[in-house]
C-alpha cells in the first residue's frame, strides 16, 4: 500500500518493479514456465469513506511508486470484478500472477542448470543457504535461543474457471487469482491452531462459500484441488535474510509468509551478492538475531 512507507516496503516495491524480468531469466535458464503475469489487482471499495482513501492513496502512489505502477479509482468491470456496494473498485498495476509449483519448479531447475544442488536435508559443500520453511524457523529458533517465528497454516484452493488474463481480485480477506493454464486459485486462511497441516477442512468450505458470494462468475466453478500447508510466518513479520550466527558458510532465507514471491527477485539478489562477493546490502532488520528482530506484529 501507498502509504506508510518505510524500509520493507522500499525492498518490497523493488522486487516487484524487477520480478518480469527476473522471471524471465530464470525461466530462460530452466526452459520452464513460471506462470508470471503482471495483471494488476482489483479491490472493491465499501462505502464514500473507502472511496476517499483510496484516492489518498492514489496520490501516494503517484510519488511513491515512480511512475512504473499506478493505483487508481474505477468503476467495476461488469464481467471479472469482487462485488462493491460502491460500484467502485481500485485498479494497481503493481500486482501480478504466478504459480507457486511452477514457479519453484523453475528455481530449482535453473539453480541446476547454474551449477547449484537442491537438497531435501543434510550438508555439503561450500556456501549453503537455508531455505526451509516452518521447519527452518523453528531450527533456528532453537539455535539462537530465541523465538524467530513459527509456521501457521493456510488452507487454499483450485477452481476450473478459464479468466484469460483478468487481473486478481482481493476482497473479504481473500484472494481470488486466475493462472494462465485456465485455473483460479482462492486463498487462504490463517490458522495459529491445527491439528494436522497438511489436511484440509470445513474452514476451506467457508472460504468457497465466501470466494463464490464475492465474485459471482465463479459460483459454478468445479473444485480440482484442495491443498493445507505451513507459510513461515516470523516473529517480526519481517523476512529472515542473511548469515546464520555462528555458522560461517550458512545464510538464512525465510519467514516470507505471506509476501515471499514478491520478496523473491529482491532477496535472491541481495543474498546471492553476499553469498557469491561478500557485498552486503541486506536490511538490517531482516538479519536473523538482529536486536529488533521481536518487533510487533504487523510490523
Not at 555439503?124 to 527452518?136: E, H, L, N, Y
Not at 524457523?137 to 539455535?143: C, E, F, G, I, Y
Request: net charge neutral.
Amino acid at each position: 500500500v501507498p502509504e506508510g512507507w518505510n524500509a520493507k516496503k522500499a525492498f518490497q516495491l523493488d522486487s516487484l518493479l524487477m520480478a518480469e524480468g527476473w522471471w524471465a531469466g530464470a525461466e530462460a535458464v530452466s526452459g520452464l514456465s513460471s506462470g508470471y503475469g503482471r495483471m494488476g489487482r482489483l479491490q472493491p471499495l465499501a462505502d464514500a469513506a473507502a472511496v476517499d482513501l483510496a484516492r489518498a492513496r492514489a496520490a501516494g502512489a503517484e510519488a511513491l511508486w515512480q511512475g512504473r505502477a499506478h493505483w487508481q479509482v474505477v468503476p467495476a468491470p461488469p464481467v471479472w470484478s469482487p462485488s462493491s456496494p460502491t460500484g467502485l473498485v481500485v485498479q494497481d498495476t503493481l500486482s501480478a500472477r504466478i504459480n507457486p509449483r511452477a514457479a519453484l519448479a523453475v528455481l530449482a531447475a535453473a539453480l541446476c542448470a547454474r551449477g547449484g544442488e537442491v537438497l531435501p536435508s543434510g550438508t555439503a559443500a561450500g556456501a549453503q543457504v537455508w531455505a526451509t520453511g516452518a521447519q527452518g524457523l523453528a531450527d533456528l529458533s532453537r539455535a539462537l535461543g530465541q523465538d524467530m517465528g513459527a509456521g501457521q497454516k493456510g488452507q487454499a484452493l483450485l477452481l476450473a474457471h478459464d479468466a484469460g488474463n483478468a487481473p486478481q481480485l482481493f476482497t473479504e480477506g481473500l484472494h481470488i487469482v486466475p493462472h494462465a493454464d485456465g485455473t483460479v486459485a482462492v486463498g487462504s486462511t490463517s490458522e495459529r491452531v491445527w491439528d494436522d497441516p497438511q489436511a484440509t477442512d470445513a474452514r476451506l468450505d467457508a472460504l468457497l462459500a465466501r470466494a463464490r458470494a464475492a465474485c459471482p462468475a465463479l459460483a459454478d466453478a468445479p473444485v480440482i484441488a484442495r491443498w493445507a500447508g505451513l507459510r513461515p510466518r516470523s516473529a517480526s513479520r519481517q523476512p529472515l535474510l542473511g548469515p546464520w550466527p555462528g555458522r560461517p558458510g550458512h545464510f538464512i532465507a525465510n519467514g516470507g509468509f505471506k509476501i515471499g514471491f514478491g520478496m523473491a527477485p529482491k532477496i535472491a539478489e541481495v543474498l546471492a551478492d553476499l553469498v557469491l562477493d561478500g557485498a552486503d546490502t541486506i536490511p538490517p532488520p531482516f538479519r536473523p538475531g538482529a536486536a529488533d528482530q521481536a518487533a510487533p506484529d504487523g510490523g
